[in-house]
């Protein structure tokens, strides 16, 4: 396996301008996603979906316009992966989380498994889709179509390491410039997911901008709960036992 | 910027984060606004009086660049006694004649200058302004600016009352903090911290850059707005220096090129102006009253006659004038509008709509398509079906019984046009450069690109004519341009080389200094030459930036001569040392005897910077080794315009033509030069009328483009924005009940439009002359048709037509206007609706 591949999107210098949504869906050939005005600041995209892999967030608050280019967070403990029962997910050699379309069943076990609410199903084949990390650009050398259109260099693309020191120096700027409410998001190795391919910086709490403050993979406990079922099937079968031969 | 010109926005963040401070100026919290270090909300049409109390705080508080200002500006040269300024006059310059509105201009030359007049020396610098005037063509003097005196009266202590600076000082001093406040809506806290920002980044050691979007230009005072931000400039030394200017964002991919060759009525390319019918009968008629005859305009006739050569080959010889009798003439105001209104009235016939959606997209949308609907003829070029071409089956007066298409006897042709990436070429952006472009794909279809549609179109009509003299221009057209392809597409590399030029040994000339008066020489644009030196597509370059110096020379080409920053002497003291290290970017070698630096200097080679004219010169020999704003007739940067603008000297604030507000500046309320068409198709709102409380302004989204017809029909675009929606304040909504979500109309005395109602705490109601103003914000993108696969109301139904008077620009960035909730009436009821509010 080659180096693990991610995105650092810097919410601090996203202006809004979705050209990362616009670049996904022509490079990946996603359709549209219906024509709603929702009302809800400069946002008529709503959220990630079958049809939508990148999503700008426009959050107004009393002194400020946050905006913020959210996407798969392709875990390192994927959620999504783990329920897979055709492999049509699938873990990537630059370690990236790809649903193949000509594998997948439209089973959807996977649509609940998501500890973000990213992966979902199109009505219409049924079957689920989400950001490949423009897995076909990548082979071919390329950085994902979002992060070559993001005028602002907001999306960026490159190797995990890379990209982990340089939001560390980022960081440290902003707070040395009394912008204290930075944050990283999806950075550390140790939360629910094991650390995200895909993390921010985000300018106030993860909740403010949609994103859960403390993801967990929701296959987390199967380890366990085999072991707890396999506790279950014994005491079972030594309660039948009890029941059938104890009792005469 | 960021909402407009996401992709250059980049250099601003790139700026930032180098430690630079951003301001925003807005009147609504925009996704620039979000980016930058302040926003400062304003009230949409009153800039003038925020530039000019920086301006009165730079004079006031003695900031000014004074060795800059003394050695590059006039502000020590004297005016001529018969002037008054808006201080004497309560609002209005000298020279203003309430008839036709117009100004003569004599009254604001320099010192000197009359007396020159009355021996009969070049009469232009007296005559010429008024005579521009009158038809309000001060743009007649194309880019280099009006004729002025050389060598004006001086008073380089600057103590004198009639010098510039003191005119200045007695102009701006009521441009106060506290006007700002009661007439921006500012507080005096932004002011003072923007005040602040701007004297400490200006200087030796820093420079501020002022950069615009067209909004600026689209008020009735808008080329005053820019002459306002000129003088903080000039004051402050922050032209023709790295990181200084006034930068204009144009509206479009290639904005800058269609002036520089132009689209436009009342010049030719370079800034050359259009002759007029009865001023200009003569090539040298022409070229006496076409700018000055000192700095580098005083090579116009090298410029017109190699222009000329261009076009007419052979036929053009010394003796016919070089065909100078070939070129169409001005009777009057041909602008847009006015054409418009011509053909409402039956006296024009025929139209060409070429990548404009003007039904949609320009003031009046009514006004608009009365005018299309009167024609005989009209051909559409567009990518898709924009309602310019379909208005006669589907426009809103369809719909209101208005018009009946058996009623339209316009006979419409649509022709598909090729879009950018099926075709190739140059863009030129709005820094001046030139990039070239290479085909990608061939365009589907039938559709070609506007060069095949034009060389086709003309060497049709060149098969078709016959003997008769009147056609003998067409005749005589060099019109040989080599073909490839199926389709016959002409070589776009051929017509970029014709532009640059070619020598008497037919080779492609270098630099515009080559051209000659004689005709031995042949240029399409003059300030294009030098763009296909060496035989070159100098504009094909793409060395990438890491591997060259910071002003990049080898990424395309910039006009003129590839030159990066214009009148860059300015970057050096008089003696031609930089202003700093820092700062250092063009400077003078003594030893070499030449001007040298970063990028390509704007100036003489090896002109030293003690060099002063002799008697008598003319052209760029008669401007001085310190004379940096070398287009200008006295080489200075003009803090106050002695001639060239039609509605005065100075910038004076004046209300937009439809205010809630009274004038408290002057007696005057609006711009007294302003272009008003008093006609029924489009009723003003009456000024301060209870009936239109609230200012509207309309503007563009990221996700859109322009009238629509380019983004509408995408899905991936359109999706992002998908309804015409219109940004009101918590406070607007509460007063009109308004419901975020939910529907409202907006009412002018032109037209009432729907639109979705977002309701935002970044539209801020602006507390001033003892009231809360309200600002309705609406952007243009949609209409009613299109192809689009979104439709909307068209905001532009709704603004007026009235114009700046010297550039014809629609005021539709400040008017007046009601909103209520709900939709609006359909078919005759809607017409009820307007016709109620133009009765109250």
Redesign the interface.
Known sequence: MSERMGFFTDTSVCIGCKACEVACKEWNGVPDDGFVFRATSYDNTGSLGASTWRHVAFIETPDSWLMASDVCKHCTHAACLDVCPTGALFRTEFDTVVVQADVCNGCGYCVPACPYGVIDRREDDGRAWKCTMCYDRQLGGLEPACAKACPTDSIQFGPLDELLERADARLADLHANGRTEARLYGEDPGDGVGGDGAFFLLMAEPEVYGLPPDPVVTTRDLPSMWGWAAVAALTMAGATAWTRFGGR | M?ECH??G??WV?EAKARGAKVFHIDPR?T?????ADHYVPIRAGSDIVLLGALINHVLAGEHDFREYVLAYTNASVLVSEDFRDTEDLDGLFSGFDPETRTYDPASWAYQGVEEEAASGQSGERVEGGRHHAEAARADQYGSGGAAAHPRPHTDETLSHPRCVYQVLKRHFARYTPEMVEQVCGITAEDFNRLAEAVVAGSGRERTTAWVYSVGWTQHTVGVQYIRAASILQLLLGNMGRPGGGILALRGHACIQGSTDIPTLFNILPGYLPMPHAHQNRTLDQYLERAAGDTGFWGNKRSYMVSLLKSWWGDAATEDNDFCYGYLPRLTGDHGTYATVLGQIDGIVKGYFVVGENPAVGSSGGRTQRLGLANLDWLVVRDMTLVETATFWKDGPEIETGEMRPEDIATEVFFLPAAGHVEKEGTFTQTQRLLQWREKAVEPPGDCRSDLWFYYHLGKRIRQRIGDDEIDRPLRDLTWDYPEHGESGEPSAEAVLREINGTGPDGRALSSYLELKPDGSTRCGCWIYCGVYADEVNQAARRKPGREQSLVAPEWGWAWPLNRRILYNRASADPEGRPWSERKAYIWWDAEKGEWTGLDVPDFERDKPPGYRPPPGATAQAALSGTDAFVMQADGKGWLFAPAGLADGPLPAHYEPHESPLPNIMYGRRGNPARKVYNRSESPYNPPASPRFPYVLTTYR???HHTAGGMSRTL?????????M?CEVSPELARERGLV??GWATIVTSRAAIEA???V???MRPLRLQGRTLHQVGVPYHWGWAGGG??TGDAANDLTPIVLDPNVYIQESKASTCDIRAGRRPTGRALLDLIEEYRRE
């Open positions: 960021a996401p992709v926005f980049q963040m919290f996704r620039t606004s979000a980016m989204l990221t996700e899905p991936y675009l359109a999706e992002l924005q998908p309804e929606f975020n979500g979705r109602v977002l935002s705490e970044r696969v979104v």
